[in-house]
Structure formats: structure tokens, C-alpha cells
């Protein structure tokens, strides 16, 4: 086996190094990847649900939410013959309430058309969800590009993810770069001493960087999101309009939601959808 470079220099990197960083990372990645329900399958609608629910929202909260979608819609068809608000109603407490609605549209188009060749022409899949749904349903061998996938390929100094790659293996290698970045290459406090690629890191043990001082948090409750998560969340249990909520701060919530299609206004009522 070749002895690994400690100093990186991506354009004269050895092919049978670049092999060895591969083969290290595959081989943790069988021992240690979680055991998440969507790895478990290639179906390209169950692969599409877990990735638009990821997007945004904690794996622990998408599990349980996951497996309750598929068990009430396990095909893009039967998303299809719901109504908006069902779809709605089933989606809070994820969380970015557009994401529910691309999902059925999309889920309209896969039932009228089949899959399409170009996924991102899908209502709201964009170049990664492309991507992870082609690699991961299709066995298209392309580079599905998350935070996670995009931090460690540039700590590796190794070539884009593109480039890092190996043939013929896609699915597996996408898989083991974003679990190595949300659980070991992570972004405050890489832990260099359990990666399995540090030998072939240009990064590794390297002295954090001064971190940029960043203006406090907005409160959540004091964001227009939370009174638009609060909105829908009241219609989806019948309950009306929330109350306690200032006038001014309620009515562009509903402007908002109105405008995205989340709610309508029937009468002097509003419903999801």
C-alpha cells in the first residue's frame, strides 16, 4: 500500500493514493453508517420523500416522519390522488410548509409521466436532489453535493466531489462522504483523530480557525416563520386562525402563505390549500 502524502498537492496526487483514500473511507463507512431507513431502499419516489424532508429538518425528527409518509403514500401515485391540504396537514411540525407542496407536484408529474430522464425538471428538485435521487434510485454514477459532501472535499484538498469519485461506485461513496461530514468532518469540531481519511487530509489537526463573532439569534417565536408554522398548524387541527398573535405580524404571515398556495381565504375563513 502506498504510503500516504501528508502535504497534498491535488495535481500531483497519485491515482493508486487517491484509491487508498477511497477504499478507507468505504471501509468505515460499512462499519459505522447509521442505519437510516432510506438507505435501505432504491425506490426512487421513497428516496425523493426522504431527501425533500432532509432538506432543512433533523434526521432524529425525519425518521419517525418518513415512515409514517410512506405507510399512509408509498407511491408517487397515491401522493398524487391526495388533496393539498392532506398533504399540508401531514407535513406539520417539518417545517418549510413549500417543500410539502413541491413534493405532490412532483409527485402529480411522476404519476401522469413516469420518472423523467432530467429529474431536475421535477417540480422543486434542484441539482443536488437531482443528483442524490440519480445515485442513489437510478445508479446514475454522478456526485450528489450537499453542505456535508462540499465541507470534506474541500478539507481534503483532494479535487471537487466530482473528481473524488470512485468508478462505478456512487451511490455508496456519496453516502459514506455526507455521514463522514454530518457526524465526523463536521463543521465547528472536525475530529481528526477518528477520520478515516486524516492521513490523506490537507486539513487534518489543523488549528481551527478564529471564529467570525456573529449577531445574537433571533428569537424563533419572534420570526414570521413561527407565525406562519403556527397558522398552518391551527388550520391542519381545524382550530381556525391562532390567537394571540399581533394583528400586523398575523396578517403577513397570511399574505405570505396565501401567496405560496398554503392557504386560501374562503369567505372570511382560511383553509390549507
Known amino acids: ?10 495535481g500531483l496526487a497519485m491515482a493508486g493514493d487517491l484509491d487508498d483514500l477511497r477504499d ?22 421513497a428516496v425523493l420523500v426522504s431527501e425533500v424532508m432532509l432538506q432543512q429538518t433533523q434526521v432524529a425528527r425525519v425518521v419517525p416522519r418518513y415512515l409514517e409518509w410512506l405507510a399512509r403514500w408509498p407511491s408517487a401515485a397515491a401522493l398524487a390522488g391526495a388533496s393539498r391540504a392532506e398533504v399540508l396537514t401531514a407535513w406539520v411540525g417539518l417545517g418549510y410548509n413549500r417543500r410539502a407542496l413541491a413534493l405532490h407536484a412532483a409527485a402529480v408529474v411522476v404519476a401522469r409521466e413516469g420518472w423523467p430522464s432530467d429529474l431536475r425538471t421535477l417540480p422543486g428538485v434542484g441539482p443536488y436532489t437531482a443528483a442524490a435521487v440519480g445515485s442513489f434510485a437510478f445508479g446514475a454514477q454522478v456526485a450528489a453535493v450537499d453542505t456535508n459532501a462540499r465541507r470534506v472535499a474541500e478539507r481534503l484538498g483532494r479535487g471537487s466531489p466530482a473528481e473524488l469519485l470512485p468508478p462505478g461506485r456512487a451511490a455508496e461513496f456519496n453516502q459514506a462522504t455526507m455521514e463522514l461530514g454530518a457526524t465526523i468532518c463536521t463543521a465547528r469540531a472536525a475530529r481528526c483523530g477518528a ?12 488549528p481551527a480557525g478564529r471564529a467570525e463573532r456573529r449577531r445574537p439569534a433571533e ?8 407565525v406562519r408554522g403556527r397558522v398552518v398548524a391551527a388550520l391542519a387541527a381545524g382550530e381556525g386562525l391562532p390567537a394571540g398573535i399581533a394583528a400586523d405580524r398575523l396578517a403577513r404571515a397570511l399574505a405570505g402563505l396565501e401567496r405560496d398556495g398554503i392557504v386560501r381565504r374562503v369567505g372570511e375563513r382560511y383553509s390549507l390549500g
Open 1 to 10: 500500500m502506498a504510503r500516504p502524502l501528508r502535504v497534498v498537492d491535488t
Open 24 to 45: 478507507a473511507l468505504l471501509r468505515w463507512y460499512a462499519g459505522a453508517r447509521r442505519d437510516l431507513p432510506w438507505r435501505r431502499t432504491t425506490d426512487p419516489y
Open 195 to 206: 477520520c478515516p481519511v486524516a492521513p490523506w487530509c490537507a486539513s487534518a489537526e489543523r
Open 219 to 226: 428569537r424563533f417565536e419572534d420570526t414570521n416563520r413561527w
